[in-house]
Protein backbone atom coordinates (compact mmCIF):
# COMPACT_ATOMS: atom_id res chain seq x y z
CA UNK A 1 0.00 0.00 0.00
CA UNK A 2 1.25 3.04 -0.85
CA UNK A 3 1.83 6.45 1.08
CA UNK A 4 -1.06 8.10 -1.39
CA UNK A 5 -3.33 4.94 -0.79
CA UNK A 6 -2.42 5.47 3.45
CA UNK A 7 -3.88 9.01 3.77
CA UNK A 8 -6.60 8.18 2.12
CA UNK A 9 -7.95 5.80 4.27
CA UNK A 10 -7.09 7.69 7.46
CA UNK A 11 -8.78 10.75 5.84
CA UNK A 12 -11.74 9.18 4.35
CA UNK A 13 -12.45 6.87 8.12
CA UNK A 14 -13.29 9.69 10.58
CA UNK A 15 -15.55 11.10 7.21
CA UNK A 16 -17.49 7.67 7.68
CA UNK A 17 -17.79 7.49 10.96
CA UNK A 18 -19.01 11.33 11.27
CA UNK A 19 -21.59 10.33 8.84
CA UNK A 20 -22.95 7.48 10.57
CA UNK A 21 -23.21 9.38 13.71
CA UNK A 22 -25.24 12.36 12.26
CA UNK A 23 -27.53 9.32 10.78
CA UNK A 24 -28.12 8.52 14.44
CA UNK A 25 -31.54 9.86 16.20
CA UNK A 26 -31.15 12.00 19.58
CA UNK A 27 -32.34 9.06 21.29
CA UNK A 28 -29.82 6.37 19.81
CA UNK A 29 -27.36 9.19 20.60
CA UNK A 30 -28.33 9.45 24.16
CA UNK A 31 -28.55 5.57 24.76
CA UNK A 32 -25.19 5.34 23.85
CA UNK A 33 -23.82 7.79 26.42
CA UNK A 34 -26.68 6.07 28.94
CA UNK A 35 -26.02 2.73 28.54
CA UNK A 36 -22.29 2.17 30.39
CA UNK A 37 -23.80 3.87 33.39
CA UNK A 38 -26.90 1.65 33.01
CA UNK A 39 -24.60 -1.69 32.91
CA UNK A 40 -22.89 -0.07 35.91
CA UNK A 41 -25.57 0.52 38.10
CA UNK A 42 -27.16 -3.04 37.32
CA UNK A 43 -23.90 -4.51 38.08
CA UNK A 44 -23.13 -2.89 41.52
CA UNK A 45 -26.85 -2.62 42.90
CA UNK A 46 -28.92 -4.85 41.12
CA UNK A 47 -27.44 -8.02 40.53
CA UNK A 48 -26.26 -8.05 44.03
CA UNK A 49 -29.47 -7.32 45.39
CA UNK A 50 -31.33 -10.02 43.35
CA UNK A 51 -28.26 -12.78 44.72
CA UNK A 52 -29.33 -11.77 48.30
CA UNK A 53 -33.09 -12.16 47.24
CA UNK A 54 -31.84 -15.63 46.51
CA UNK A 55 -29.83 -16.57 48.96
CA UNK A 56 -32.64 -15.35 51.54
CA UNK A 57 -34.09 -18.26 50.71
CA UNK A 58 -31.89 -20.86 51.28
CA UNK A 59 -29.69 -22.03 54.36
CA UNK A 60 -26.25 -20.97 52.35
CA UNK A 61 -23.71 -20.88 54.85
CA UNK A 62 -20.32 -18.81 53.57
CA UNK A 63 -18.14 -20.79 55.56
CA UNK A 64 -19.72 -24.28 54.36
CA UNK A 65 -19.45 -24.10 50.63
CA UNK A 66 -19.16 -27.10 49.79
CA UNK A 67 -22.44 -28.37 51.41
CA UNK A 68 -25.73 -29.12 50.28
CA UNK A 69 -28.37 -26.01 48.96
CA UNK A 70 -31.24 -26.45 50.39
CA UNK A 71 -34.25 -24.56 49.59
CA UNK A 72 -36.10 -23.46 52.43
CA UNK A 73 -38.71 -20.71 50.70
CA UNK A 74 -40.18 -17.76 53.32
CA UNK A 75 -38.79 -19.56 56.46
CA UNK A 76 -35.75 -17.19 56.98
CA UNK A 77 -38.27 -14.58 57.15
CA UNK A 78 -40.89 -16.62 59.68
CA UNK A 79 -37.83 -16.89 61.61
CA UNK A 80 -36.21 -13.19 61.89
CA UNK A 81 -40.14 -11.83 62.44
CA UNK A 82 -40.26 -13.88 65.32
CA UNK A 83 -37.17 -13.44 67.01
CA UNK A 84 -36.88 -11.22 69.85
CA UNK A 85 -33.18 -10.50 69.69
CA UNK A 86 -33.77 -9.17 66.68
CA UNK A 87 -36.80 -6.97 67.59
CA UNK A 88 -34.69 -5.44 70.65
CA UNK A 89 -31.89 -4.42 67.99
CA UNK A 90 -34.57 -2.70 66.24
CA UNK A 91 -36.26 -0.90 69.14
CA UNK A 92 -32.48 0.19 69.91
CA UNK A 93 -31.92 1.18 66.12
CA UNK A 94 -35.16 3.04 66.95
CA UNK A 95 -34.09 4.91 69.92
CA UNK A 96 -30.86 5.88 68.34
CA UNK A 97 -32.54 7.42 65.19
CA UNK A 98 -35.06 9.29 66.90
CA UNK A 99 -32.47 11.20 69.49
CA UNK A 100 -30.26 11.69 66.80
CA UNK A 101 -32.26 13.24 64.82
CA UNK A 102 -34.09 15.39 67.67
CA UNK A 103 -30.65 16.97 68.80
CA UNK A 104 -29.28 17.19 65.18
CA UNK A 105 -31.87 19.04 63.73
CA UNK A 106 -32.67 21.30 66.68
CA UNK A 107 -28.67 22.28 67.01
CA UNK A 108 -28.25 22.31 63.33
CA UNK A 109 -30.57 24.66 62.34
CA UNK A 110 -30.19 26.79 65.25
CA UNK A 111 -26.61 26.95 64.28
CA UNK A 112 -27.08 27.44 60.81
CA UNK A 113 -29.97 30.87 62.33
CA UNK A 114 -27.19 32.02 64.00
CA UNK A 115 -24.44 32.11 61.41
CA UNK A 116 -26.89 33.09 58.75
CA UNK A 117 -26.39 36.26 60.62
CA UNK A 118 -23.67 38.53 59.46
CA UNK A 119 -20.82 39.16 62.18
CA UNK A 120 -17.07 39.43 62.28
CA UNK A 121 -15.34 35.91 62.52
CA UNK A 122 -18.41 33.88 59.91
CA UNK A 123 -16.40 32.27 58.68
CA UNK A 124 -13.90 31.11 60.58
CA UNK A 125 -16.83 29.86 63.03
CA UNK A 126 -18.65 28.09 60.14
CA UNK A 127 -14.82 26.15 59.30
CA UNK A 128 -14.41 25.47 63.04
CA UNK A 129 -17.97 24.10 63.73
CA UNK A 130 -17.88 21.94 60.51
CA UNK A 131 -14.19 20.81 61.33
CA UNK A 132 -15.87 17.65 62.79
CA UNK A 133 -17.80 15.66 59.90
CA UNK A 134 -14.38 15.97 58.12
CA UNK A 135 -12.86 13.29 60.49
CA UNK A 136 -13.11 9.55 59.78
CA UNK A 137 -15.65 7.59 62.43
CA UNK A 138 -12.53 5.70 63.23
CA UNK A 139 -10.84 8.40 64.49
CA UNK A 140 -13.82 9.92 66.28
CA UNK A 141 -14.69 7.00 67.88
CA UNK A 142 -10.99 5.87 69.28
CA UNK A 143 -11.16 9.95 69.97
CA UNK A 144 -14.36 9.85 72.24
CA UNK A 145 -13.49 6.09 74.03
CA UNK A 146 -10.43 8.40 75.40
CA UNK A 147 -12.86 10.75 76.41
CA UNK A 148 -15.23 7.95 78.16
CA UNK A 149 -12.39 6.15 79.96
CA UNK A 150 -12.58 5.88 83.92
CA UNK A 151 -10.43 9.01 85.30
CA UNK A 152 -9.44 10.56 82.43
CA UNK A 153 -13.04 11.04 80.28
CA UNK A 154 -14.28 14.11 80.95
CA UNK A 155 -17.53 12.98 80.46
CA UNK A 156 -17.24 10.61 83.31
CA UNK A 157 -16.50 13.46 85.64
CA UNK A 158 -19.49 15.36 84.69
CA UNK A 159 -22.10 12.49 84.78
CA UNK A 160 -20.21 11.19 88.04
CA UNK A 161 -20.76 14.22 89.67
CA UNK A 162 -24.56 14.48 88.88
CA UNK A 163 -25.28 10.93 89.61
CA UNK A 164 -23.09 10.18 92.47
CA UNK A 165 -20.80 7.80 90.66
CA UNK A 166 -17.13 7.66 91.64
CA UNK A 167 -15.79 8.87 88.38
CA UNK A 168 -12.20 7.40 88.63
CA UNK A 169 -14.44 4.03 88.13
CA UNK A 170 -17.29 5.34 86.30
CA UNK A 171 -17.27 4.69 82.36
CA UNK A 172 -20.39 5.97 80.08
CA UNK A 173 -19.66 3.22 77.45
CA UNK A 174 -19.30 0.62 80.17
CA UNK A 175 -22.94 1.33 82.04
CA UNK A 176 -26.28 -0.43 80.98
CA UNK A 177 -28.05 2.82 80.90
CA UNK A 178 -25.84 5.66 79.56
CA UNK A 179 -24.00 3.12 76.91
CA UNK A 180 -26.85 4.56 74.17
CA UNK A 181 -26.52 8.13 75.25
CA UNK A 182 -22.19 8.23 74.70
CA UNK A 183 -23.28 7.21 70.82
CA UNK A 184 -25.82 9.65 70.58
CA UNK A 185 -23.92 12.53 72.02
CA UNK A 186 -20.88 11.04 69.48
CA UNK A 187 -22.89 11.13 66.85
CA UNK A 188 -24.74 14.69 67.40
CA UNK A 189 -20.74 15.38 67.84
CA UNK A 190 -19.97 14.93 64.43
CA UNK A 191 -22.98 15.36 61.86
CA UNK A 192 -24.44 18.54 63.52
CA UNK A 193 -22.47 20.26 60.68
CA UNK A 194 -23.79 18.51 57.87
CA UNK A 195 -27.49 19.50 59.04
CA UNK A 196 -26.43 22.94 59.62
CA UNK A 197 -25.09 22.92 56.11
CA UNK A 198 -28.35 22.18 54.60
CA UNK A 199 -30.31 23.98 56.75
CA UNK A 200 -27.90 27.29 56.20
CA UNK A 201 -28.40 26.93 52.24
CA UNK A 202 -32.15 26.57 53.14
CA UNK A 203 -32.06 30.19 55.07
CA UNK A 204 -29.72 31.71 52.49
CA UNK A 205 -32.61 30.71 49.49
CA UNK A 206 -35.24 32.89 51.19
CA UNK A 207 -35.04 36.42 49.39
CA UNK A 208 -34.74 39.28 51.60
CA UNK A 209 -37.21 41.18 49.82
CA UNK A 210 -39.93 38.75 51.49
CA UNK A 211 -38.73 39.89 55.30
CA UNK A 212 -38.78 43.30 54.46
CA UNK A 213 -42.27 43.18 53.06
CA UNK A 214 -43.53 41.67 56.53
CA UNK A 215 -41.33 44.62 58.25
CA UNK A 216 -43.95 46.91 56.16
CA UNK A 217 -46.35 45.12 57.50
CA UNK A 218 -45.22 45.33 61.23
CA UNK A 219 -44.68 41.80 61.57
CA UNK A 220 -42.31 41.21 64.56
CA UNK A 221 -39.10 38.98 64.18
CA UNK A 222 -41.48 36.23 66.04
CA UNK A 223 -43.64 35.99 63.92
CA UNK A 224 -41.52 36.55 60.42
CA UNK A 225 -39.27 33.36 62.09
CA UNK A 226 -42.55 31.29 62.30
CA UNK A 227 -44.54 32.24 59.13
CA UNK A 228 -41.66 32.85 56.80
CA UNK A 229 -38.23 31.37 57.70
CA UNK A 230 -39.64 27.79 59.24
CA UNK A 231 -42.21 27.38 56.18
CA UNK A 232 -39.47 28.29 53.56
CA UNK A 233 -36.68 26.11 55.23
CA UNK A 234 -38.77 23.33 56.18
CA UNK A 235 -37.51 21.71 52.56
CA UNK A 236 -33.99 21.78 53.57
CA UNK A 237 -34.64 20.02 57.04
CA UNK A 238 -36.62 17.43 55.91
CA UNK A 239 -34.15 17.05 53.39
CA UNK A 240 -31.37 17.05 56.45
CA UNK A 241 -33.52 14.65 57.77
CA UNK A 242 -33.67 12.50 55.48
CA UNK A 243 -30.00 11.86 54.54
CA UNK A 244 -28.89 11.32 58.30
CA UNK A 245 -32.08 9.16 58.39
CA UNK A 246 -30.67 6.50 56.15
CA UNK A 247 -26.68 6.93 57.17
CA UNK A 248 -28.00 6.73 61.13
CA UNK A 249 -30.33 3.34 60.32
CA UNK A 250 -27.05 1.81 58.65
CA UNK A 251 -24.58 3.29 61.53
CA UNK A 252 -21.81 0.44 62.48
CA UNK A 253 -18.73 1.87 62.44
CA UNK A 254 -18.74 4.11 64.88
CA UNK A 255 -20.58 1.87 67.84
CA UNK A 256 -18.47 -0.34 67.30
CA UNK A 257 -15.34 2.04 67.95
CA UNK A 258 -17.16 2.97 70.99
CA UNK A 259 -18.64 -0.01 72.36
CA UNK A 260 -18.31 -3.07 70.35
CA UNK A 261 -21.95 -3.77 70.59
CA UNK A 262 -21.94 -4.13 74.46
CA UNK A 263 -22.76 -3.79 77.00
CA UNK A 264 -24.83 -6.83 76.38
CA UNK A 265 -27.23 -5.55 74.19
CA UNK A 266 -28.24 -2.13 74.87
CA UNK A 267 -26.09 -0.82 72.06
CA UNK A 268 -26.67 -4.10 69.42
CA UNK A 269 -28.08 -1.55 66.39
CA UNK A 270 -29.21 -3.93 63.54
CA UNK A 271 -26.52 -3.22 61.43
CA UNK A 272 -24.12 -5.04 64.28
CA UNK A 273 -26.80 -7.71 64.51
CA UNK A 274 -27.04 -8.41 60.88
CA UNK A 275 -22.88 -8.55 60.77
CA UNK A 276 -23.27 -11.22 63.40
CA UNK A 277 -25.40 -12.89 61.80
CA UNK A 278 -23.01 -13.23 58.62
CA UNK A 279 -19.60 -13.22 59.60
CA UNK A 280 -19.81 -14.56 63.24
CA UNK A 281 -22.67 -17.18 62.66
CA UNK A 282 -22.25 -17.56 59.27
CA UNK A 283 -25.84 -17.63 58.80
CA UNK A 284 -25.46 -16.29 55.35
CA UNK A 285 -29.20 -17.34 54.27
CA UNK A 286 -30.68 -15.83 57.02
CA UNK A 287 -28.41 -13.08 57.30
CA UNK A 288 -29.22 -12.30 53.50
CA UNK A 289 -32.88 -12.87 54.83
CA UNK A 290 -32.66 -10.29 57.31
CA UNK A 291 -30.99 -7.55 55.04
CA UNK A 292 -33.86 -7.95 52.83
CA UNK A 293 -36.40 -7.01 55.55
CA UNK A 294 -34.03 -3.89 56.49
CA UNK A 295 -33.80 -3.13 52.64
CA UNK A 296 -37.61 -2.63 52.77
CA UNK A 297 -37.87 -1.49 55.59
CA UNK A 298 -35.90 1.84 54.77
CA UNK A 299 -36.83 1.77 51.34
CA UNK A 300 -40.73 1.99 52.13
CA UNK A 301 -39.98 4.46 54.61
CA UNK A 302 -37.92 6.67 52.50
CA UNK A 303 -40.68 6.44 49.73
CA UNK A 304 -43.68 7.36 51.99
CA UNK A 305 -41.07 10.43 53.61
CA UNK A 306 -40.40 11.78 49.96
CA UNK A 307 -43.78 11.82 49.21
CA UNK A 308 -44.19 13.92 51.77
CA UNK A 309 -41.28 16.36 50.65
CA UNK A 310 -42.42 16.81 47.48
CA UNK A 311 -46.18 17.86 49.17
CA UNK A 312 -44.08 20.58 51.20
CA UNK A 313 -42.08 21.54 48.38
CA UNK A 314 -45.24 22.09 45.73
CA UNK A 315 -46.77 24.50 48.79
Known amino acids: MTDETTSRVHTTAPVRLAR ?18 IFLLLAINIFPL ?35 DIWN ?69 VVGFLTGADPSSFSMIGDVALAPWSIVIVDTWMWTPFVMLICLAGLRSIPDSI ?37 NFKMFDLVVQLTGGGPGSITELTSINLKREAFEKWRTGYASAYAVILFVTVFGLASIYVKALNKVKER
Open 89 to 157: SMQATAHFLLWTLVLQVLIGFTLAYLINKKFRGNDMWTTIIVLPMMLSPAVVGNFWTFLYQPQIGLFNY
Open 20 to 37: QIRGLSDRAVAWIFIAPT
Open 211 to 247: YEAAECDRASKWRQFWTITIPMALPFLMLAVLFRGIE
Open 50 to 84: IWTIRLSLTNYRANRTSADLEWVGLRNYQRILNDP
